[in-house]
């Protein structure tokens, strides 16, 4: 319910071309942290996974309680953090949870770009955790249409 | 019976009750060799090594007048040809007769690996960090620890360890059998009894869900497969490690203490030429087998996943091969100078652009690199114990290998990309060189030394190598024995890699030859090396510590 309503009460952050230069990512169909994802078997856990690789390489910094850390250092952490909190929650479910507010500060996750913006870090990863849902579904949907085509 | 009588009737009494205790302990002693366990780990050794040690190295006078008195210690497991004899810790290979490139490529090699063609029961699971290591036992019933790869380098930590067992087992240490293997995760069966340890710190029931679960975590290769290193399990009971200090624990009749083995000493020059940052107890193994109806006992190096670029589950940090884990004095260098002193390992990293070579390799090149400043994680006497004449054993044993040699090894990383291979080939060929000429310049690079009639020949290894040209030849002292000492006879300089002995030879049963190269500044002591020749032939030789 409640992650229904945020996601209703706040528009959809994609990053654009522009941005994803800015940040030196690659577009998320040729990015390493996807073609991993793609090999795996696809489960909820295998999304965090792939949220967790897709962000380490890129120019960003988050702002974790008081102090702010680079992407590439907090990837390490956050993989074992997910590896011993994770408790067969959905995806979005886990980002909402855990991706909200530092611990103990309480206070929210930010994610610095190098324009010096900051958006919320949960926003950033259940967008692009929907983005990764719709590249799934069109895969997939790829895939059935195939296995519709008669062989020759 | 008088007193003196009484007294030497006791006298005897004493000697025969000693002897009929001592006697048949001394025999059992002997037939039964027990070895004891030595148990060991990260926290203790890094305790032991690099804070008690260290802090308590001024209270060892010994050690200390010895270092005023820069008064080397000689290493005692070598024989007369200054040379290391096959022993329970070092059997000699490559050095002393040439391996095929075949035979380095495959290294120590008990089976082809695990046999993936059937299914491999996991036995434990461990899944610490991005760290995931499995004790499987496969069809055959070989059981091997299965160690993957970190998420961000497919290759990194496996190669690594896999290249690294070559060249140790090559150079002549006592290595588990290591190959490259890939699997599925459907070719894992949970064993009945399997547990799983994570850094929830408690231990689990494995299952197959939890185990799919902390594959996720791992790096998949474009066929879906996950690679992994293959430790074989060694025959044998396993009795912890084995110590850089003082007297084994394991065999009461090893009579050696750790510091005093060249063999030991000299993994100071063989880890800095494979950048093995972790050369430490917690990386060794003693086991005691049963060989023709004795008990022995051999003691092994093992996990190489801190070698080359990689160390445990990523790269190299820039720091790492320039400090200890704790470094006083590098801590007191930046402390005193606020900062302001710039470090080599600093330099270093700027220049190499604050990246590495690539991920399967990580970092690892020779910018900055100094054989004589190469550090481990832990500081150990062993190593600072190195005189010039260990590392010259040590510099001339990697040396040996060639360009080709060293590809060979290379290659049973089976690392994906040429270009890989061929840096890591390049960065160990120049590591060589740089080792090879660091140590001929401190010791007497004069080595193969023969003796036929009234000649004896010798090579310069820093000359065969390129380091050095002939220059002012050499400086020869030849001594004889004038009843019980030694009288210097002759002295004088040559310019060929041999020497006519026939003058000296009639006069005496031994003569001692003492060779060093020549210098063209006067009055600047260059190291020798002593050789004693006798009716027989040489019957000693001894490079100056």
Redesign the interface.
């Known amino acids: 319910m409640i992650f229904g309503l945020l996601m209703a009460s706040q528009p959809l952050f994609a990053l654009t071309e522009a941005e994803l230069t800015e940040v030196q990512l690659a577009p998320m169909e040729t990015s390493a942290a996807y073609q991993?994802f793609m090999?795996?078997?696809t489960?909820e856990?295998?999304k965090l996974?792939y949220l967790i690789?897709r962000f380490?390489p890129a120019k960003l910094e988050i702002l974790y309680g008081t102090q702010y850390y680079d992407t590439s250092f907090a990837?390490?952490f956050v993989?074992?953090f997910l590896?011993?909190h994770?408790k067969n929650e959905t995806a979005q479910y886990w980002v909402l949870h855990w991706c909200s507010t530092a611990i103990p500060f309480g206070n929210t996750i930010w994610v610095r770009f190098p324009n010096g913006e900051n958006y919320e870090a949960r926003k950033i990863l259940l967008d692009e955790l929907a983005a990764l849902e719709e590249s799934l579904k069109t895969v997939r949907s790829k895939s059935s249409h195939r296995q519709t085509i008669p062989s020759l | 019976m008088s007193k003196a009588e009484r007294l030497f009737n006791f006298r005897y009494l004493v000697i025969a009750a000693v002897l009929l205790t001592w006697l048949p302990l001394s025999a059992r002693a002997s037939e039964m060799q027990e070895f004891k366990g030595n148990a060991s780990g990260t926290y203790r050794d890094i305790f032991d090594q690099n804070i008690f040690y260290e802090g308590t190295k001024y209270l060892n006078f010994d050690r200390l007048f010895r270092a005023i008195r820069r008064q080397p210690v000689r290493a005692k497991d070598i024989n007369v040809f200054d040379e290391v004899p096959d022993n329970a810790y070092f059997t000699n290979r490559h050095a002393r007769k040439k391996l095929s490139a075949q035979a380095l490529e495959k290294g120590y090699s008990e089976t082809e690996g695990p046999d993936t063609k059937g299914p491999l029961t996991v036995l434990k699971a461990k899944f610490f960090d991005s760290l995931a290591s499995l004790l499987v036992r496969d069809s055959r019933g070989d059981e091997y620890v299965l160690k993957f790869d970190p998420y961000s380098h497919l290759a990194l930590a496996t190669s690594s360890e896999v290249i690294a067992s070559r060249f140790y087992y090559a150079i002549g240490y006592n290595v588990p059998q290591y190959s490259i293997v890939k699997i599925r995760t459907d070719q894992l069966v949970i064993g009945p009894n399997a547990l799983l340890f994570d850094d929830s710190g408690f231990q689990k029931k494995l299952t197959q869900e939890k185990l799919q679960e902390r594959f996720l975590f791992l790096p998949v290769d474009t066929e879906g497969n996950f690679r992994a290193s293959a430790g074989k399990i060694l025959p044998g009971t396993y009795l912890g490690t084995f110590q850089f200090k003082g007297r084994g624990k394991h065999n009461p009749g090893d009579s050696l203490k750790a510091e005093e083995r060249r063999s030991i000493r000299a993994l100071q020059v063989f880890a800095s030429w494979l950048n093995d940052y972790r050369m430490s107890r917690i990386s060794t193994l003693a086991v005691a087998f049963e060989s023709n109806g004795k008990r022995e006992m051999k003691y092994y190096l093992t996990d190489f996943e801190d070698t080359l670029g990689a160390v445990l589950d990523r790269e190299k940090a820039p720091m790492f091969t320039h400090e200890y884990l704790f470094d006083y004095g590098e801590t007191i260098k930046s402390f005193v100078s606020l900062g302001g002193y710039v470090k080599p390992w600093q330099k270093r990293w700027k220049e190499a652009d604050e990246k590495s070579a690539s991920p399967a390799v990580g970092y690892f090149d020779n910018r900055y690199f100094d054989p004589g400043r190469f550090k481990t994680q832990l500081p150990h006497d062993a190593f600072k114990d190195l005189t010039p004449a260990d590392a010259f054993w040590a510099a001339k044993t990697v040396m040996s290998f060639s360009d080709d040699e060293i590809a060979a090894m290379v290659k049973a990383g089976r690392l994906s990309r040429r270009e890989d291979e061929d840096h890591l080939t390049k960065t160990l060929a120049e590591r060589r060189d740089l080792i090879g000429r660091y140590w001929f310049e401190r010791a007497c690079p004069l080595d193969d030394f023969k003796f036929s009639g009234t000649l004896l020949s010798f090579t310069n290894l820093a000359v065969q190598a390129g380091f050095q040209d002939q220059g002012a030849g050499y400086q020869v002292d030849i001594d004889q024995m004038d009843g019980k000492k030694r009288q210097p006879v002759a002295s004088f300089t040559i310019r060929e890699n041999s020497i006519d002995l026939g003058r000296w030879l009639g006069h005496s049963q031994n003569l001692w030859v003492g060779i060093s190269p020549a210098s063209d500044e006067k009055n600047q002591k260059q190291p020798h090396v002593f050789i004693q020749l006798g009716s027989s032939g040489i019957l000693s030789i001894e490079h100056e510590d």
Do not use: E, F
């Open positions: 991993q090999r795996r078997p489960t856990l295998s996974i690789d380490r990837a390490p993989r074992a590896a011993t994770y």
